[in-house]
C-alpha cells in the first residue's frame, strides 16, 4: 500500500479510473488551495501515525526538517547537523543586492534553525554555531552591515532577535 493514502481511503483523481493510486503525472495543478486554517484543520483530525508518515517523507527531503524535528526530540545529534549545514551555508553564501534575494533567504532559514535549535534547549551549541558562523561570513565579506551579519552577531551573543515574524 502506498504510504501516502490513509488506510480506508479511496481517492479517484479527475480524468483517471485509478483509484487510490498515485495522481498522474501529466496532472499536478491544484486547483484550489487551502489556507492555512484550512489545513491545519485538516492535518488536526488526521491519525498521529498518518501525521509521522508525512513528517518522515519531508525530513526524508528537507535536512533543515529533519535537524529541526531531531532537535524537537532532544537529540544532540541535532547540534552537529545544524553546525554542518549552517556553516556550509554561511561559506556558500553570497549577500543579494536586494533584501529579497533567494540567497538571503536561504541563510535566513538557516539562522531560523539555529534560533529553533536554541528554543529546544540547546542555546549555548546554538550561540557556538552562531559564532563560527560570524567569523565564516566576516572573513568572507567583512562588516557588510547586512541583515544575516547582524542576526549572527545577536545570535552568537545571545542577544534577543528583534524581528520575531521569520
Not at 89 to 115: C, F, I, Q
Given at each position: ?23 498522474p ?50 537529540s ?9 549545514v ?10 543579494g ?25 540547546f ?7 552562531a ?36
Amino acid at each position: 500500500m502506498n504510504k501516502c493514502f490513509r488506510p480506508g481511503v479511496r481517492l479517484r483523481f479527475p480524468g483517471s479510473d485509478v483509484v487510490g493510486g498515485p495522481r498522474p503525472s501529466y496532472d499536478l495543478r491544484m486547483t484550489t488551495p487551502l489556507d492555512d486554517a484550512a489545513l491545519t484543520a485538516f492535518l488536526e483530525g488526521q491519525e498521529s501515525t498518518w501525521l509521522a508518515e508525512q513528517l518522515m517523507l519531508v525530513a526524508d527531503e528537507d535536512p533543515i526538517t529533519r535537524i529541526r524535528l531531531t532537535a524537537a526530540a532532544g537529540s544532540e545529534s541535532a547540534v552537529d547537523g545544524a553546525r554542518t549545514v549552517v556553516l556550509a551555508g554561511v561559506a556558500d553564501h553570497v549577500p543579494g543586492e536586494t533584501a529579497g534575494d533567494s540567497g538571503d533567504d536561504a541563510l535566513h532559514r538557516l539562522l531560523d534553525l539555529l534560533d529553533d535549535l536554541a528554543d529546544y534547549g540547546f542555546e549555548d551549541e546554538s550561540a557556538d554555531i552562531a559564532d563560527e558562523a560570524r567569523e565564516i561570513y566576516l572573513g568572507r565579506h567583512g562588516e557588510d552591515g547586512g541583515e544575516c551579519l547582524a542576526r549572527l552577531h545577536a545570535i552568537a551573543d545571545g542577544e534577543e532577535d528583534e524581528d520575531d515574524d521569520r
